[in-house]
């Protein structure tokens, strides 16, 4: 048994929000400047060229990236063999948000009540996603989601007789209905199987993967690229003005489901889909 103090937990929640806001991910900050290499549009070109100059003015000046900095996912895989000490490891998770956000001079979004909208003033409570798994190591992921992406998002249960392209049909018409609003080029995340609430979870889960890394099985590795194909012929272009980078990348995460169902979710990002991840 291995025992860590929850302040460790709160200090690198804290810093993970900072990091995450204020620098992409170095593969999709990647393709973005490859995107402006290929991109046909000179319009769209332009586009790119601003997106990539306030990826590095945000670097350069320790600003965010994005004015919505996100409601606060966090994905924390726990390690059986760990014990943790000190305190509340909920509180621990949320004074690390309060801090990243405070401290970090990051635009607080959060309400704490959905219809009576008073603002929280710090962005807590965070999202937690909890996994028990192997070991005596924690893994922390803070993946900030902002709104104007998410709100696109959509969800469907399909019945098993749903072919591949059915489903693909789905995600490609969810991107054209979103249009301009998540702040294109996207990154689209899709959650397949499961049940309602945990499909939902692997579209999150597939959205904050690294963009380099593909499907590790062919049949949804395939899917994937003809997704990003067939969306990037929609036309929508670089922040909505036409071209042909409507999105950066596609990701599927599956799971096992009942032989009754097919859930389909997808989640989609904005040119600034972030996510920082340390280990303890």
């Known amino acids: ?12 929640v804290r810093d ?5 806001n204020r620098f992409l991910p170095e593969s999709l900050a990647g393709c973005i400047e490859c995107a402006l290499k290929t991109e046909k549009s000179p319009t769209g070109k332009e586009v790119l060229s601003d997106l990539v100059r306030n990826i590095e003015a945000a670097e350069r000046e320790e600003l965010a990236i994005c004015q919505d900095t996100g409601m606060a996912v966090i994905f924390l895989d726990v390690g059986q063999d760990v014990h943790f000490v000190g ?17 970090g001079y990051l ?5 704490s009540d959905p219809l009576e909208r008073v603002n929280t003033g710090d962005n807590t409570p965070a999202v937690v996603h909890t996994r028990i798994v192997d070991g005596d190591r924690v893994s922390v992921s803070v993946c900030p989601k902002g709104f104007g992406s998410e709100n696109m998002s959509a969800m469907k249960m399909f019945t ?9 049909d789905f995600v490609v018409e969810t991107v054209s209905k979103a249009g301009s609003n998540p702040c294109p080029p996207m990154v689209i995340g899709i959650g397949i199987g499961g049940d309602f609430e945990y499909c939902a979870y692997l579209a999150k889960k597939a959205l ?26 929609l036309g929508i272009g670089p922040q909505g ?40």
């Open 87 to 103: 305190g509340s490891l909920s509180e621990a998770i949320n004074k690390g948000v309060s801090r990243g956000y405070t401290e």
């Open 160 to 168: 098993p007789s749903a072919s591949i392209t059915d489903i693909e």
């Open 241 to 280: 003005f036409g071209g042909t980078t409507t999105a950066l990348s596609a990701a599927i995460e599956e799971a096992p489901t009942h032989i009754a169902g097919l859930p389909v979710a997808v989640n989609i990002g904005c040119h600034v889909t972030r996510h920082a991840h340390a280990e303890l």
């Open 107 to 111: 635009r607080c979004s959060i309400v």
């Open 208 to 233: 904050c993967r690294d963009v380099a890394v593909k499907n590790p099985k062919a049949l949804y590795k395939d899917m994937e690229e003809r997704i990003l194909e067939r969306v990037n012929k």
């Open 1 to 12: 048994m291995r025992d860590i103090n929850v302040s460790e937990v709160e200090n690198t």
């Open 16 to 20: 993970l929000c900072i990091k995450a």
